[in-house]
């Protein structure tokens, strides 16, 4: 009871309180990162030290992959990742890697790439922003984006590209630049 009393109080009082109505009360938070909602501005630098964001890409689609090197599914991924940029990329669909693997795995990634023939854009997010830009919760996640800059799909855990109903959505996207959510 006695911390109901100045609780109470404090309700009392603030009808009483002068309200300047040009500031807003709270500044409006970033949409929750889901389809349907705009795709965070989140930027990291290339292998080649470039920073990038994906503002820059607006006008294609994006297929954003978070990643490690210490990822198994990750890994398993990546093969037919290259094959959407492949096929896709005329097309304009950009995949992009975000690997998020801390500083001194650098050469891990490029030795991995390398090996792999990946020929998609990698960015290195070693303070590992992308996850919570994304509020990803784990590795891979992969999020589709539309020409807009708008977020159609996410995939948690490793995903097949080539599987009749996730080929359906990249395609949809990439000729349409729309999806359903």
């Given at each position: 009871?006695a911390?109901?009393?100045?609780?109470?109080?404090?309700?009392?009082?603030?009808?009483d309180?002068?309200?300047d109505?040009?500031?807003?009360a709270?500044?409006p938070?970033?949409?929750?990162?889901v389809?349907?909602?705009?795709?965070p501005?989140?930027?990291?630098?290339?292998?080649?030290?470039?920073?990038?964001?994906?503002a820059?890409?607006?006008?294609?689609?994006?297929?954003?992959?978070?990643w490690?090197?210490?990822c198994?599914?990750?890994?398993?991924?990546?093969?037919?990742?290259?094959?959407?940029?492949?096929?896709?990329?005329?097309?304009?669909?950009?995949v992009?890697?975000a690997?998020?693997?801390?500083?001194?795995?650098?050469?891990?990634?490029?030795?991995?790439?390398g090996e792999?023939?990946?020929?998609?854009?990698?960015?290195?997010?070693?303070?590992?922003?992308?996850?919570?830009?994304?509020?990803?919760?784990?590795?891979?996640?992969?999020?589709?984006?539309?020409?807009?800059g708008?977020i159609?799909?996410?995939?948690?855990?490793?995903?097949?590209?080539?599987?009749?109903?996730?080929?359906?959505?990249i395609?949809?996207?990439?000729?349409?630049?729309?999806?359903p959510y």
């Amino acid at each position: 009871m006695a911390g109901l009393l100045p609780a109470l109080l404090l309700l009392a009082c603030a009808g009483d309180t002068p309200v300047d109505e040009s500031v807003p009360a709270t500044m409006p938070a970033a949409a929750e990162p889901v389809p349907g909602n705009p795709a965070p501005d989140w930027s990291s630098r290339s292998l080649d030290g470039t920073t990038l964001s994906l503002a820059d890409y607006r006008g294609q689609v994006v297929l954003l992959n978070i990643w490690a090197t210490w990822c198994a599914p990750c890994l398993r991924e990546m093969p037919a990742l290259q094959e959407l940029q492949d096929e896709f990329g005329s097309q304009g669909l950009t995949v992009i890697g975000a690997s998020i693997d801390r500083g001194s795995a650098r050469g891990q990634v490029e030795q991995f790439i390398g090996e792999q023939q990946i020929g998609f854009r990698i960015l290195l997010d070693p303070d590992q922003t992308v996850m919570e830009a994304f509020r990803a919760i784990g590795v891979p996640e992969s999020i589709l984006i539309d020409r807009e800059g708008t977020i159609r799909h996410r995939w948690l855990g490793e995903f097949d590209p080539h599987a009749p109903e996730e080929r359906a959505r990249i395609v949809q996207v990439v000729e349409a630049g729309q999806a359903p959510y």
